[in-house]
Each structure stands twice: as C-alpha cells, then as structure tokens.
C-alpha cells in the first residue's frame, strides 16, 4: 500500500490552484496557507459556486482533509431505527450505524452469530421475539461528571429497554428489559459515576403491563423509576443490584442525574399530571389536549442515594424479579418530592455545577430554574401540599430561582464553558443563547441571542455540554423536519441535524447534516481523544461478547470437522484470501455448529460470511471467532463466501455446503 | 415556520467575517464573492486550521450552504447489509438507506405492514424467510441508454434475487427470487430501454442448487444468465415474460449490456474457467490458487437479442417455473460465444458510443479492449475454436482493439465526456485515466495519469459514467479500506468512499466520506434533476405498494372500530397531534386488522407507529395508508404512539391496546 502518496495528492492540488505545470515527480510538503490573500484559485471557485463569505468560512470551518481526523465524536440514538448513530464533528460525517436492538446484517448481528443472540434475547418481550425498537437517549459512561469514554448506553422507549455498548469495540454487549413497564422515556441517563443508569417510564401502564380498563387508571396505573446498577469492571446492568421506585401514573419524561452540588439527586419533567385516558372515539378530549389542560405539571426529585440505602435495608416489594420501592415508602423516607413546572415540559437539564436544573415547558415561552439549595431548603422547611398520591409538592415560589423567556416550544437546554445554556425552541423553530446567573454571572437570567434553524428542533447538543466541564464548541440542532433541505428523495425525508459555531459571538449556522438512516431525538458529543477504541481485537481468537479468549478459537493448522452421530462441528479459520476447510459436506437433518476465527492481525482486514437460504451474515473483524449453528433442513448445494472485499482474490474466497438427502 | 430566516443566517454569517456590528434587524440579502481576495476571516480560519491551497479548493467545491441542493444523486449498494444507499454529490451526505431485502424499522419496512411484507416474501428462499442479502450492483433504468430517473434495481448476491425500486417515492417494490440459482453476481444491468433486467450467476451450482458431488462438477454444476422482463407501466419484473440461457459452470462475474452498434449484446467477464472446486483441507489448491491458474479466462458474449426470439419460439425448456435455453440451443442458435481474457477480469464495461467493451483483467495490469465490429466479423469468419462444452471460443487477436497497460489490480472502468476512461487499480491503490482511441481520440489506447486513492479501491463511478452520455464530473472511488483516514470507532471501520473532481487536469482528490452504514461495492451517478421524486403521496389514502387508491383509506369522521366474533378491523386516522381512535379494547386470542390513513398534505408529516411486544414498526408518509394484522395472543396494557416527532404535541400522540384475558 502506498499511503504516502498523500502528500502527492495535495501537491497536484497546489498546481492546480497555481496552474504551475510542476511534473509529479518533484514531490513537495503541501504548504498551509499563511497571512495574505487566500489563492486566486479558491476565489474563482468561490465566485463560480455563488458562495457567500459566510459559505465560505463555514465550508473551511467544517472541511476535514484527507488522513485528518474529526475533533468530536457525536453519538446519536437512531429513534424508531432501533440502533446507535455515531458521526464525527465537525465533518458531520457518519462513522458507525451501530446496530442495538435490530438486527443489521452488515455487522452480523441477528443472522445466528451466538454473541448477538445472546444479546438480543436479553431483549424479549412477554418471552418472545421483539425485534423492533425506538432509540432516544443515549448516554456516556462519566467519571465524576465527566465523560471518561468507556461506554454508552441507550434506552428502547417502545418496549422499555436498555443497552450498553462497550467503546473498545463499539458493539452491543447487552440488552435488559424492565420487567414493570413497557415504555421508557426518561432513559438513559448516568448518574456521574456510572453507578447507575436511570430509566424512567414515559406511558403509564399497571406494573408488569398487566391488564386494567383505563376507568381504573389513578388506582392501577403507575410509572416507575429504575436505577440499573451498572458494573464497569463486567461491562454488565445487574438486575440483582438494581431497584425501581413507584412513581404516580403522571407521563414522567426526560430526567438528568445531579452532580456536584446535587450529586445523588435524580430529576425527571412529567406531564399529563391531569391523568387523562384519552378516547377521542367517545367525545373525550385527544390526549393532546387532555394532557395539556393544567397550568403546571410536576418536576420529579428523586434522592437516589437515600433510595439506595432504602433498597440495601431490604425495604422493597418484589415484583418480577426486580426489588421495587413504594411510593408510600418513598415519600416516608425522603426520596421523592414533586414541584410544580410550566406545561407539559421536555428537558430537565443539570446545570454543569449542579446548582441548577433548568425545565423547559415547551407550552410555556420560559425557562423555568430551579436551585438545589432551595430545594433542600424547601425539604428541611417542609414547605409542601401533597399531591393526590400523597406525595410532597414543593413549593413553587420557594423552589425557583429564575424564568427567562426564550420563545416559543422551548425543550432542551444544552450548556458552554461561559455560562451560557443554549435551548431549542421547537415553535420558533431556533436555538437561543441566554446567560445564566450567578455564580456564572453576576447579572444573567437573560436571552443572548436566537438562531433560526431549519426546521423544528427536538433536542441539541453542545461540546461536553452536558458535563461537568463543557466544551464551549459546536452546538449540534436535531431538527425534526428538512423540507426543502435536501434533495427530493420521496416522501420520506432525512432529517437535518445542523452544525452550529458557538464559539462566535453571534453563533454561525455551519452546516446541514442529512440524517437517512433513522431519526436521532437525541445526542452526546465527546472529545474524539478521550476514546481508546481498538483498532483490531486485542489477541486472536477473541470472543468479543464476553471480551475474553474464545473457547472455540482455532488455530492454523487445527482446523478441523468433528462428526458424531448427527452432531457436526467445524473449526474454521478464515484468512486473506481462504476459509479453511472449504468443503463442508453433511446429511440432511444433521445439527451444524460451525466456528469460525478470523486469523488477521492487520487494521481492518474483516472477513464476512454468508450463508445463502439459511439466513446467515456474520462480520468478523480482526481476531475474532464468530459461531453459529443450524440444522441443515435442506438438501442442496450452498455456495457460502466472504462478504467484505478483503483483498484482490476475495471474490475467490468461499466454499461450498453440501447437504445430502 | 419561519423560511425566511436562513437569509439571516447568512448575513449573521457575513458580520462575523467582517466585523460589522451590524444589528439583525437590518437584514440584507447574502453576497456571493467577487473578483478579488477571499475576506481576511476566511483566510484566518485556514491558517488556523493548517489547511492547504489544495484543501481550501476542496472545501469550496463540496460545500453546499443550507438550503441549496447536490448536483447529483449516487446509488451504491449496501453490500452484507442489503440495502441501497443515496447520497449526494459533490456534499457526499447520505440522504437515505433504502430498505431492500433486510428488514428496517425507521422505515416500518418489514415490522408488519402489508406491503412490505408482500415485497419481502417475494424473496423466499426454499419457501422460507430468509433476511440477511449482499447487494452489489445497482441499475438505473434506462432510454436510449440514458437514465431516465424512473427505477433502480439491485441485486442479492448471496441468494440470487433482483429488487425493484420506484424513485417516486425511493421505495422496494419487488423482490423476485431466481428459481434456479444462490448466487448472482452479473446483476443487475439494464438493456439500453430496461427492457430486460440481467442477472449472472457467480458460483456454480446444479440448476435449482439440487445436490450433486463437486467431483460432479463439469458435468452437473452451470451458471446462468437471466434476462427479467420489466414492465415499466407495471413497476414489476415479469417471470412469465423472462428466461435464462445456461452457461458452463465458469463463475461469471460483471457485466454490461451493449449499447448503439453493440445494442443487443451483453458482456460478462468470468473466473476459475478452471472449474476448480478447492478443498484446501484435502491438500488441493485453496479455491484462490485453484481458480487462478490459467492465463486466460472468458469474455461471456451474449445475444440476447436473439435469445428473445428463440424465447418467443418456443425452443427452451421450463425449469422450476422459468424459461431455460439451453447450452446447445444457445450455440446452435448464435446466442453465445466467448472470447478469451487476460486472467480473473472483473469489470466488463461498455465505452459511451458502444463500440468496445473493456475488460479490467484484476492480475493482469492491462485492461483488453475489445471491439464490437471485430467481434461481429469474428463469429461471422467463425474464426474460432470450441471450449469443452462447445461454446465458440472467438480468437483472441482477432477481436482485441488494444490493451493498456494501466498498473496493478485494474478492476473497473467509467468514462468521461471527452473521450477518456477511468480505471479503478485495487492493488496500486489508484484511479487510472487513459485516452480512448478512434473514434474518440486519433491518437489514444494510453495512460494519462494515476491518482492515489485510500485505500483499495474496488469499483468507482463517475457521473452518469456509464450511459451513452457521460457528464464528464465528480468521479468516487470506493474504496474497501480505510485503515487511518477517520477516527477510530473499533475494529469494524468505515469503508471511505473519495470524491475525485475529474473536470480538472490533473485529477483533484476532494473529499473522503466515511461509509459506516454497509459496504458499497458499485455506484451509478445520475443528475438530481432527473429524478421527480413525489414530496408526498398523490392522493391521501394512498396504497404505495401499487401506487393507487388503497381500498382500506380511511376519511376523518369515518373511523370506526368494526367486530365480527374474534375479528377486530380498525380503521384509523392520524394527524397531528392524534390518532383516532385512540382506545383499542380487544380479547385475547382476537385476530386484529389495523389501518391507518395518514391524512397529511404537508411536505415531511410523517407519522410512525410502534406497538410494543407485538414487533410492530410502521412509518407512514403523507397520505399513506399502511395495513397490519395480528394475533392479541399477549393480555395486558399495551401504550402505542407515533414514533415520528411530528409537532410540538408528538408525545400526545398515542393511544392504548388493552388486551383482555
């Protein structure tokens, strides 16, 4: 391979904007431009393609030439898609489409490789096969407070789902189900150690989805809340070590975990506090509207550390394998409170010190914040009404520090490394800027500045922005609708994520990002350097499930086809540009177990698999042993081959399966 | 929605570069640049960025400002994840991964709805389910050899079936099954009028891959190639109005069809013309040194013009409900012949004005010009030899124009607007552009210059490059590797797919696009224009299936909840911010038909819905009607919603299946 003919390339573009007639063979060092005037050349493509100054710098702010790397990685949920976007900022290109709770035959995974059935049987529903999903929030493992690269987890809204995905090898290695609810929304979120991964119910249902008319709603229904105990050193959620705490069957919605000053304290914006059952068909109110009747809806306070040691007391129910605190019990110990927000909201965000946590009602033009110190105030102060569950409400007035009006929707809230929180305004359909007070700044609590976006956005993320310690850098618009975006690919549209420069004074829109692959809700942007991703697997014959030296690892030279009865087993190797054996002859009705180890040792060089009527698509990347096994229920002859374009003789790389009557 | 705003956008983005302090209420329209320097703010962030002269002219040539559209439209396969991608050209943005032979949530493809249901069982294998597929070769449909916009197909490799497109609204419409093969790999490529649809097997099995020993292979196993019928008006390709011709068990590999003076021929390259069958673990040759001894393999050389008639004569035989001519029929009738071709080829491609093919011979370092009116003189001269199954072997002299030496590994050609073709080079790691000789250049059959590319390339397309009339812009080498060029994101990389400016001399290398969503192996390129893809549905009510009124729509007030016993049909509207009805009571064991109309008009009102644990994923494009029907075999409380964040009311957007015992 020649990579340095890099250097070559940008060369021959040196003359082309010079119109020097240079020959190839005078290499030189491409030179970056220094003070003065950019090239005559760059102008005249400028003026040719009608770009603007603005287009222009935008175009060089977000150009990532060949061979360099992006600054940010941003992981994005792919919403119904059911899987895990991963693209680069500021390029905004995408570099994984990581596959969670839908099978993706690329990646084989779900087409009979062991380790991704395992994966996703840890996925089914009421025990059978569920192989659809709705991605929302995908969170990074954190280390006080801070984004430490080591994992993301993401939420199934649809079926009440969580994943964890493990950062060396940016796989799937676990799916749980809640076995109580069936609809998570407030999910995933990481308390600032990854003791825990919070999961909220959106849709209340009775526990355990157990049937009840919806006449029996206040009494039956409930959400919940659960904190997944996650274990850093296995890579696992631990369902023994996890709890849940019964909540009121209000529509909790998105939550964030404290940190700093309000470490141990989880929040979660709610609606539908007025318990409407819907039925438009018999005259009642749509849901829309009979969700959005009150003036005021109920932030959820959560004391999770007190709930923790509630759990550890034994002071729980069990319901379904899974230990549940009361609500009785959690408002007697002290760990669930509610205070008023404006209508229906969306984000509750944790300002990056923790004093704050700022409610967007998106029925209101406000934000709403919150104190940490006035809450606790307000607790010691038992400052409260209940609720009709019994549940402490604070008081509103007691508990608020300041409303600043953005405009109209307001949503998610984002935040810099300058005080400043960013909200998305789905109405107005923009992003303002606006200042926090102190100890940010000594006058805030007020709006900066408004970008128009295009068009409708949902949720943004900022650099770090939601950390400890944000980024102050690229603020990313998931917006909903593209329109007239992009060019017409049929009635479905690609969404339009847009690049936003935040580090100017005003904020530069930068760039439009076509999202065809899924529909992102909602996204975390991590400094690119703080992952350590390995490049090929760590030894080979690896078992990337469980991270370890596969059982069924083979060897050169110890490939081999074991028969016992009916019982056939292969030991394959798989290698630039051969399967070893190639010939795999059994009898019809036999039981096939076949492992394969993808013998490379070199970046990038994956072998595929596939095995025609039998709905097999394996990915094995360097290293790796893949397994699979079926009965081969028919007879015939079946030309089996390597599915990534490995080396010039790949196409030559198969076999055959030949199956007896 | 506020348009308007994006002006705003760019004169904010105009102050930032100048330094104005210009307030916003001021808006003026945006300035392209003018003859002169780029502005000072420009060159600023390129020498911050240590961007190059080479890189600014990149930057500028693929930026495309929000708002504003791609050129061009490129087709590439999914490869092992069996899809279809478009992306835009010169912005390399992924607009959308259509769904094909894999199921796919976001899209609701293959998650309950009727139609895709009825598409995807077009694709049985064995009569069973079979969702794993290798997509290569996208076509679009052609006029007189130009694209005309209308469809594209593609191919699954693995299990030979051939899918059909509608670019009115970029959706799988079809998918047909080849009876009598696993493997396709010559597929799919479209006669100058798409008259016909070609598919070529690649490995060899017996017809109706029936069982036979390898030791059996000569005398049982065969390749095929089969001309589909397409019925434009239609939308369908036509089994009983398509045959096949039996080929030697030689794998075939690309083809293309001939055009103009070759019009009513087609051309596949093949490999292991050997008939080797492998068995490395019996001490035989593996099958990449097996296959690969011979000097020269074939050039197919079809008829298939003439095959047409001898289909319409009568004279096939009908094997598993398809048309077969016959080996000897086709050499009896002038419908085959070969010609020798420097060692394993893999590209056969069609010069613009069809009076040559080329073939990329990949362990030959020249490519073989072969000329239609030398062929023609040849079969008349029968200036041949029999292969053993009495095929014509033309003479190799006598129908070669010329060979080129190019460099390494040359698989695949594309051609300009002036003359010139473009060969990928897998093992030189390059683009190859050489001169055609007459008619288009007196002096030409030579190298031009050769282009580094990162890394590997396969196939590559250039604009419109493969049509009688090239555009002569943006060439995109596909690359299979990418080793260093993005940021890491485990040991499964991106394939990088370079954008090349090719109007320019020397080439100019713009742009590497991270491919994390599959494994292009073939691209077609066509002007955006082209294509009048629909905004919404014609009509609302509509049945995208076969593109009219769908029995099943449903008008507002016309909802309704019908019972006859178990029977439950629904018929359901959605808007925003509802469904109606929004209340679902059934009993377990009912059989639950579900229609819904989404009555939108507006551009990008999608909804979606997903119902948990009952695997149901649908996305509903303005005034689609998508139909599911299932067993409520589960009791219990059931919370459906719409997946699409379609208004500012999106989480209101649900109702409840109560199911019970």
New interface residues.
Partial sequence: ???H??V???????????GCDLT?TQQEE??????????Q???D???E???????????????????Q??EY?MFLS?????QLI?A?VP???????IAVF???????YG?GSWDSREVLEGGL??G???????THHPALSETNGDYDGQYVFINDK???RVAVID?????TKQIVKNPNV??N?GATFVTPNTDYVIETT?????LG??????DEYEEK?RGLITLWKFDREKGRLIQDESFSIELPPY?Q?LCDAGKLVSDGWVFCGS??TEMA??????GNP???AG??QRDMDYLHIVNWEKAKEVFEAGKTETLNDMAVISMDTAVEEGILYLAPEPK?P?GADVTPGGEYVVVAG??DPHVTIYSMEKIEQAIADENWEPDPFGIPVLDFDAVVEAQVELGL?PLHTQFDNDGHAYTSL?????VAKWKLGPPYHDEGWELV?T??V???V?HLVSAEGDTVDPDGKWLVSLN???????????????QNE?LIDIS?N????L????M????P?YAQMIK?DK?D?????PEVGWDPLNQTKSPYATAPGE?R?ERNGSEVEIFMTAVR??F????IEVKKGDHVTWHITNIETA??A?H?L?I??????L?M????VSSIDFVAD??????W?C????S??H??????L????
Same sequence: chains 1, 2.
């Fill in positions: 391979m020649k990579w003919k890099l070559l390339i940008s060369v021959i573009g040196v003359l082309v904007l010079t190839r491409p030179q970056a431009v220094e003070g003065g005037a950019l090239p050349a760059a102008m493509i400028a003026e393609r009608g770009l603007s100054p603005a287009d222009i710098s935008a175009a060089l702010k977000t150009y990532i030439p060949s061979g790397h992006d990685l792919g919403g119904h898609s059911g991963v680069g390029s905004m290109r995408i570099l994984k489409n839908v099978p993706e035959s690329w990646q084989g087409f529903v009421d059978k096969e569920n192989l659809m999903a709705d649809a079926n009440a950062l060396r090898d940016f796989e069936l609809s929304h959106q849709y209340s249902t009775p989805w157990e049937y009840a008319p919806l229904y529509w919605d609606f539908n059952t819907g039925g438009v068909e018999n749509p849901f829309e969700v959005s229906s969306h998106k029925l929707g789905f109405l107005d359909t923009a500045e970008l128009p295009q068009y409708n949902g909903k609708w593209s329109v007239d975006r992009f060019t017409g690919v049929g009635p479905l549209l690609p847009q100017t005003p904020m530069q829109l760039y439009d990002m076509a065809g692959v899924g529909e809700h690119a992952i991703a390995w490049e090929v697997y490939e086809i540009s051969h070893t054996p190639e010939i970046v990038d994956t595929g596939q025609p009527a039998y709905n097999v698509s990915s990347e360097p290293g790796e028919r007879d015939g002859t079946f030309a081959y599915t990534e374009f490995c010039a003789l196409l030559e790389m198969m076999g055959y030949l199956v007896e009557e």
